[in-house]
């Protein structure tokens, strides 16, 4: 690699891990990549290219971590109640959030939403390179939001993004999508490795040194994982994911936060009006019927951040149709699955080691906890007896591989929540006021069951 080179000469620059090197290669001798050097301009005569961090700018001057102001507090209320909540009480300034979810959930309408609450703080700049001005217009109308001291341009022009911030020195940045700005430095190609590298280092960098927040739309993978180089998503300070179910609820959840919890939740809906919070989200996974309950079906009250949902776990078995059984769950993993079948086969005798298993949670919420293994092991003995659960019971509590049912935390809570929502019976590992201890799966089935269950 060439020690030496001018300001303005060329270099060869690998749009995978960004090697530089002075001539072109077929193939890149760090990553082992083909056709991937591009040409790209050297900065200084240290040849950078430009945009890597470092390159033309004056050198950094350390200084006492007592003489740093505190910015505790200095955040931006967006006016979404749920949007704030998963923030941590809102947009904290000098920050940068990437949100990421698959296309048409809302992700547009959402932050369009924000910045009109946002602009009684200054201006905002709405970044597009996706949609003409006029579509956004038209969003805005329909959503009958206020777009005074919203501007916006539509281009994808790196350096035109610069200037245009420069210029405005907007409180509330949104680029719609991070995906499609680029800078002539790292290719004329949109997209690439390199282009998301340098364009998000110089847009997070010019929010760092303002009272702004700067948020960045992000395409996704067939994956649901957010699209480019892991280096974006270290980049920035909160990461936001954007997930629906099959009907119009669309959740909100924190990957990253570095200003607040990641176990927040917030819940929308898509209405004519845009995205509105869910008013009343603690009964909203909870199937409404008349008469008994089918068989295959628990309840449990789960904590998804500060607040408790209480959910429905839907079970089912039937005979494999091959050798090889498998487990069908996408909401619960199916590790958790295939091990609280095994306990109930082992402690009580229930055969699953001949079923196909199926299980669902209603209203499409994904559950991770280790208090939901009591009332899915209800929901898998239900199925395989055929014998439904009692009407206006929950269960709360974590199964161990020798049967035990363990104490989990913030009982009480989860309790309170299922006695003001109807459940008369509630079933939990520890003799919490207004519920049922139990100890173990046997005694678990004896007390949901009674004499219907198996020994």
Not at 110 to 125: C, I, S
Not at 131 to 148: K, N, P, T, V
Not at 319 to 342: C, E, N, Q
Request: proline letters at 5%; one cysteine or more.
């Amino acid at each position: 690699m060439c020690a030496k080179k001018k300001s303005g000469a060329t270099a060869y620059q690998c749009s995978q891990c960004g090697y530089t090197q002075p001539r072109w290669l077929g193939r890149c001798p760090d990553c082992g990549a083909w056709n991937t050097l591009e040409e790209t301009t050297l900065s200084t005569d240290n040849a950078l290219p430009l945009g890597i961090p470092g390159s033309g700018r004056p050198g950094s001057r350390p200084l006492p971590l007592s003489a740093v102001e505190s910015r505790d507090g200095s955040r931006f209320v967006l006016g979404l109640p749920e949007f704030d909540r998963v923030l941590g009480g809102g947009a904290m300034k000098r920050s940068a959030i990437l949100i990421g979810g698959e296309p048409g959930i809302g992700k547009s309408t959402l932050l369009l939403q924000a910045a009109e609450a946002a602009r009684t703080n200054g201006r905002v700049l709405y970044v597009s390179g996706e949609e003409s001005a006029a579509q956004i217009r038209s969003r805005a109308d329909r959503l009958s939001l206020a777009s005074d001291r919203i501007e916006v341009l539509c281009t994808g022009l790196l350096e035109d993004i610069t200037r245009t911030l420069n210029e405005l020195n907007p409180v509330f940045v949104i680029i719609d999508s991070i995906q499609t700005v680029f800078s002539p430095d790292a290719g004329m190609v949109p997209g690439t490795v390199n282009q998301l590298k340098l364009c998000s280092q110089e847009l997070v960098s010019w929010v760092k040194e303002r009272d702004a927040v700067l948020f960045l739309v992000a395409h996704v993978t067939k994956d649901g994982t957010i699209a480019g180089p892991k280096a974006l998503e270290h980049l920035v300070d909160t990461i936001l994911s954007f997930d629906r179910n099959e009907e119009d609820i669309r959740f909100l959840r924190a990957q990253k936060n570095r200003f607040g919890s990641v176990d927040e939740l917030g819940i929308f809906q898509m209405t004519a009006e845009g995205l509105v919070a869910v008013q009343d989200p603690a009964s909203l996974f909870i199937v409404t019927r008349t008469g008994e309950l089918p068989p295959g079906v628990a309840v449990v009250p789960v904590f998804e951040g500060s607040r408790v949902f209480l959910v429905e776990i839907q079970a089912l078995t039937v005979p494999a149709k091959s050798a090889m059984t498998r487990v069908y769950s996408g909401m619960i993993d199916s590790s958790r699955v295939s091990r609280v079948a095994a306990v109930l086969e082992k402690r009580i005798g229930l055969r699953f080691s001949d079923q196909d298993i199926y299980v669902n949670v209603a209203g499409g919420v994904r559950l991770a906890e280790s208090a939901v293994d009591a009332a899915l092991a209800a929901a898998l003995y239900s199925t395989r007896t055929d014998i439904p659960s009692p009407r206006s019971t929950a269960l709360i509590g974590e199964l161990s591989l020798a049967g035990e049912i363990r104490p989990v935390g913030r009982l009480k809570p989860r309790v309170k929540a299922a006695k003001t929502l109807g459940f008369s019976r509630v079933i939990a590992p520890a003799a919490e006021e207004g519920s049922e201890a139990v100890g173990d799966i046997r005694s678990l089935v004896s007390l949901v069951f009674g004499g219907k269950g198996k020994p």
